[in-house]
């Protein structure tokens, strides 16, 4: 099994590196250059283009930014042509209606297609943790089982393309929901002059805890969001889809909308690529 992985961010490179430490025959390519080098040196084969990763291999794992950057490298000229008989894995966040249209050009194209979108962070892909969602048929869940057994224990088939991205952006939901929320608590706390210690003591002897909130303490107090796991900006673009996808759902959003403006003031505010735990500067200014 030849399998190639377009883009290599953060996470993207820890699938590779993960996928390659377990012996699987991977190539990647990504479209900053630069961003290639630190898994060239570890003997990973790198493409000189997408169209080429493609032609190459029987199954491509996607790690991009979003679905306009899929749909500008898919279904370039030289890239469209060669993927006839090839399967393609969508593992990044995307809108349920972008992935099932993505799925039915693939399809008309003569390729294969599902969605297999992963939940944790760098630690989780380095170990194999990661919790993986796939959507598509059966059939597929069990042909490229090999390659989601290396990538995390909880691998799950949720249903159609479409269902598992949606499972994926409930998630992240909880991603800015609960970070803005603790934010304000923590703020609130630190305003008032309250032992932090004890608000922590308390919260987690509670039914409200929730791991994230240690795991975003530390950076919180010290307004340390250096070495991000998620970058400010894809939790924006997350946010975003959440919420057109919630409208179309007919379901309200006052909430999070807020989370939106808080998340792009962070942004605008130069958080960009910092960890996205940095959404506490915006709810707690200095």
Do not use: C
């Not at 699987?24 to 900053?32: A, E, G, H, L, Y």
């Amino acid at each position: 099994m030849k399998i190639a992985l377009l883009g290599t961010g953060l996470l993207g490179a820890e699938i590779a590196k993960r996928l390659f430490q377990q012996q699987m025959d991977i190539t990647v390519w990504n479209r900053t250059a630069e961003k290639l080098q630190p898994l060239a040196a570890l003997g990973i084969p790198v493409a000189a283009t997408a169209a080429q990763a493609i032609a190459m291999t029987d199954v491509t794992i996607l790690m991009l930014a979003d679905a306009p950057a899929i749909r500008e490298i898919l279904f370039a000229e030289s890239t469209g042509t060669t993927l006839a008989g090839k399967t393609i894995i969508q593992m990044g966040t995307i809108a349920p209606q972008e992935s099932q249209t993505l799925a039915a050009e693939i399809q008309a194209m003569g390729g294969d297609y599902l969605e297999a979108p992963v939940l944790g962070s760098l630690g989780e892909a380095q170990q194999g943790n990661l919790i993986v969602m796939v959507g598509g048929q059966s059939a597929q869940f069990a042909q490229w089982q090999p390659i989601f057994q290396h990538l995390g224990q909880d691998v799950r088939f949720i249903g159609n393309v479409g269902q598992a991205a949606a499972l994926k952006l409930a998630l992240n939901q909880l991603i800015g929901s609960l970070t803005v929320a603790f934010s304000l608590s923590l703020g609130i706390v630190q305003k008032q002059g309250i032992d932090v210690n004890i608000f922590m003591e308390l919260l987690r002897n509670s039914a409200l805890y929730a791991k994230t909130f240690d795991k975003k303490l530390d950076r919180m107090l010290q307004r340390d969001f250096t070495a991000p796991n998620f970058p400010t900006q894809h939790l924006l673009k997350d946010v975003r889809l959440i919420l057109a996808t919630a409208q179309q759902l007919d379901l309200r959003t006052e909430a999070l909308q807020g989370v939106a403006i808080l998340a792009e003031n962070a942004v605008n505010s130069g958080d960009a690529l910092l960890d996205y735990s940095a959404i506490f500067n915006a709810v707690v200014p200095r």
